[in-house]
């Protein structure tokens, strides 16, 4: 058996963008003459809502205000959300933001060695162009076979919609695919839709048991010849000191064996 699809989320795994959310949610805000600023530490805590709209509406939830108030605030998110993803979008295509460590190395491994990539994400989806055209060239597009983002699914992550909607437009198995994911939320909806998921988390993160969850494996990032990671091989990985994908391979494959013979015992 081998592995069809590389499933990659975005924010956090691709490139670390949200800070750059962050800074655009700010802007937004200000320039909608509301005194809302998520410093980091807040906005860790406000990232276990997934989606940006959705992360508006939970802190204005929490807000000390009456109803009238709260429901005159709720009308303005669309309109908050749209110029936020404009902010963020021009902050983007900047230059603003790069792919971490390995991500474009791995792609081109994969992309050689047959196997498809595709995207499954919860940001919008004039995001996700804008990230992939301002790393990848103006064809970054065209590296993804499947790309499943935003409100194209009813419910955002950990729900395993999205994965589940690019695994539709690859007419592939879970079995067949692996997932790249930063975050719990990630890696719940990655686990809910039966795929095998490589973690990578980040300072937005970072501190989650995601083995406890389910990760199949967890790397600090996906490394490279010029930037090995620490203790590799011999500590997680065999035969680099960064993650090859014939290894990433070999991971999710001997995982499936081990489950199947776990079922064969049982
Ligand atoms: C991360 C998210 C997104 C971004 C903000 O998505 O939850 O909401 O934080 O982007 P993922 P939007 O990790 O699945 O890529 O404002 O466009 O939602
Ligand atoms: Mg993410």
Known sequence: MRIDALLFDVDGTLADTEEAHRIA???????????????????????????????????????????????????????????????????????????????ERLMREALAAGCRLAIATTTSAVNVQALLEATLGARGLDWFSAIACGD?????????????????????????AVAIEDSLNGLRAARAAGLWTLVTPNFWTEGADFEREGAGLVLPHLGEPALPLAGEPGHRLRHAAWLRFDELTRAALSHRVDAAAGVMQA
């Open 25 to 103: 949610f700010n802007a937004a805000f200000e320039r909608a003459g509301l005194d809302w600023r998520w410093q980091p530490r807040e906005y860790r805590r406000l990232l276990e809502v997934t989606g940006g709209k959705e992360r508006i509406r939970g802190y204005i939830g929490a807000l000390p205000v009456g109803d009238g108030e709260r429901r005159r605030l709720l009308e303005r998110v669309s309109a908050l959300h749209e110029d936020k993803t404009r902010i963020y979008t021009r902050i983007v295509r900047d230059g603003g933001v790069r792919l971490r460590p390995g991500v």
């Open 152 to 176: 194209q699914a009813l419910r955002k992550k950990p729900a395993p919609d999205i994965h589940q909607l690019a695994l539709a437009r690859l007419g592939i198995e879970p079995a067949r």
